[in-house]
């Protein structure tokens, strides 16, 4: 009987101590997908401030409503969805480095993909409620430009996903 008893005691600690393991683990990885997410924008920090006449005269109609007014290109149609080049892809509106073509990756979806951004103070990211959904919108660092959105779905090393428009992009 003792036996039976010491034998169940050492199962419950073991599941235990598996629980707490398990625990730890998934808030680590949280953490991390976190802790690697854009700063927040701060729009006082923003290097280039046109005013919204300045940017319809130097920007393409097309290019102004997703940079300026936040639109989406159709998906499959972009420039940069099915190119493979190496270089670095800029922001079309003033030619911040964005990402490398180091970190792209097709996941499929109609839009050029990346998991990480070119440099830590490249982008900046804001909650975007718009359509009924929950986003992360990101935007150019230094012109405050609508470039896409980020969701943590991506591949490892970072799980993010960088979903951008290729109009808001150009290629160098
Ligand atoms: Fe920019």
Redesign the pocket.
Known sequence: MIKIRIIFVLIFLSVFIMLVYFVKAVQEKNFTTEAQMPQETNKDSLV?NKSEQEWQSCLTPEQYRVLRAKGTEAPFTGKYYHFDKKGIYT??????K?FSSENKFDSGTGWPRFWEIFDKGSVVTERDTSHGMTRTEVM??????HLGHVFEDGPPPTGLRYCINSIALNFE
Request: glycine share 14%; aromatic share 0%; hydrophobic share 35%.
């Open positions: 280039i922001c079309a509106a003033c030619g911040n964005l150019c660092a230094k012109c405050g430009s």
